[in-house]
C-alpha cells in the first residue's frame, strides 16, 4: 500500500523566509505527485503536480518542487514566503493509471508579518 | 466557486438520523470521490466512481452507503452514525485516468458534518 509521509506538521516562518516542506512516499511503481493547498476557510486547491519529464515543476503563486526517484522525496520549496501563504499544505501520491489519491497528514504553514 | 458543489455546507445530527450529502460537478468529469478529513488524520479516500459505477470502496462502515446516479452527481447517504464520524467530507472530480496514466482532482469545499 502507498503511505505519504509529511515531516512537519507545524511551520512558523517570518515573511521573507524561505519555505521547504518534506514529503516522501513509498510505493515501488510508477507514481504521479501532487501539493495542495487549503487556505483558511476555502477549498483543497491543486498547488503543483509531476507526472514525467524535468523533475523540478513550477506551480503557482512561485511554489515549486523536485521530484528525487532515489530519495522517494517530493519537497515543496518558496524562496520567499508572504503572510497570504499562511494555509495548510498537503502531499499527495497516486499510482500510475490509479484513481485514488493518497494524502500526507498535513502541515500547517503560519507566516508572521 | 471550484465546479464543485457540495450541499449542505454543515450538518448536525443525531445518532438515529438519516441524511444525505449532496456533490454535483459542472466540469465535464467522468469520475467522482468522497474523502473524509478528520484533525490530525490524512484525508481518507471513501468512494470512488467512474461512469456510475464504484472503481473503489476503501472499507468504509456501512452506516455510509454511496450513490451516483449519473456522472455529475454524487450522494452520501447516512445512518446511524456515531459521534467518531463528525468530519468534513469532501467531494472530488476528476477525468479518468489519460494515456500518460495521470488524473487531477477537483475539490469542493466540503460538508462539515457534526454527530451528537
Known amino acids: 500500500a502507498q503511505s505519504v509521509s509529511q515531516h512537519n506538521h507545524h511551520v512558523i516562518l517570518s515573511e521573507a523566509a524561505s519555505l521547504e516542506l518534506g514529503c516522501n512516499y513509498s510505493?515501488?511503481?510508477?507514481?504521479?505527485l501532487f501539493w495542495y493547498v487549503q487556505y483558511p476557510g476555502q477549498h483543497l486547491q491543486l498547488l503543483l503536480k509531476y507526472f514525467s519529464g524535468d523533475p523540478l515543476v513550477k506551480g503557482i503563486k512561485g511554489f515549486e518542487a523536485e521530484f528525487i526517484k532515489s530519495k522517494f522525496s517530493f519537497n515543496l520549496r518558496k524562496p520567499s514566503v508572504q503572510w497570504s501563504d499562511t494555509a495548510e499544505y498537503f502531499c499527495a501520491v497516486n499510482a500510475y493509471s490509479g484513481y485514488a489519491l493518497n494524502f500526507g497528514k498535513g502541515t500547517s504553514l503560519l507566516v508572521t508579518p | 466557486e471550484t465546479g464543485v458543489t457540495q450541499t449542505p455546507r454543515h450538518l448536525v445530527m443525531g445518532m438515529t438520523n438519516k441524511k444525505s450529502l449532496k456533490c454535483e460537478q459542472h466540469?465535464?468529469?467522468?469520475?467522482m470521490y468522497w474523502y473524509k478529513q478528520s484533525a490530525k488524520k490524512p484525508l481518507e479516500l471513501m468512494f470512488v466512481?467512474?461512469?456510475?459505477?464504484?472503481?473503489e470502496n476503501n472499507s468504509v462502515p456501512s452506516r455510509f452507503s454511496p450513490e451516483c446516479p449519473n456522472s455529475s452527481h454524487l450522494f452520501l447517504h447516512l445512518h446511524t452514525l456515531q459521534p467518531e464520524d463528525s468530519a468534513l467530507y469532501l467531494c472530488?472530480?476528476?477525468?479518468?485516468?489519460?494515456?500518460?496514466?495521470?488524473?487531477?482532482?477537483?475539490f469542493g469545499a466540503g460538508s462539515r458534518l457534526t454527530v451528537l
Open positions: 466540469l465535464g468529469h467522468n469520475a
Open positions: 510505493y515501488g511503481g510508477t507514481v504521479n
Open positions: 466512481y467512474s461512469l456510475e459505477e464504484r472503481v
Open positions: 472530488a472530480s476528476s477525468q479518468d485516468p489519460d494515456s500518460s496514466g495521470a488524473n487531477v482532482l477537483t
